[in-house]
């Protein structure tokens, strides 16, 4: 039995969005251990607030990995599990031995501007195969990212520039 032929939706056009899909998991396995070094790595006055606000940041990661994962075996595929093939895929880097807050913030702000980019286009592939719910979970996505970067970007900011 295939999910598909319950779900309504083009085998065809679903296959291009599972395959967006798939680079986005790898995208986001390689930002939570990211994001992990950072929480371990991170020195400086802004220690209290930035540990924990990485492991925050790395559980909304791990929370989305499980959800874009189960969002590709609704649409009939199987998501990979394994870091060697994450990293064949992986857009994002990996990165270790960072201990500055303006480089960790500064390769956030890398990272998301690479996600926003990757999850408008498969928004779009999303749309022409008429899945309207992957569509609507990386609209989410979208949305709590542009408000973080924000936030980073007003927490990189000396208030001096300001004024
Ligand atoms: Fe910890």
Known sequence: ????????????????????LQNLLAD?????????????????????????KFESMYDDAAAKVDEIAERILTLGGT????????LK?????????????REAVENILE???????????LIELAEEANDVVTADLLTGYL???????WMLVAFSTRSCENK
């Open 79 to 86: 998501p990979e599990n394994k870091f060697s093939d994450y």
């Open 1 to 20: 039995m295939k999910t598909l032929n319950y779900l309504n939706l083009n085998e065809n056009k679903v296959a291009n969005v599972v395959a967006a």
């Open 111 to 121: 990272t998301y501007k690479h996600f926003i980019v990757e999850e408008r286009k």
């Open 28 to 52: 986001f396995q390689v930002y939570y251990t990211n994001l992990r070094g950072f929480h371990w790595e991170i020195k400086g006055r802004g220690f209290f607030v930035l540990h924990e």
């Open 89 to 101: 895929v992986a857009r994002i880097q990996e990165v270790s031995g960072v201990t500055s807050s």
């Open 143 to 149: 949305k709590e990212q542009e408000k973080m970067i």
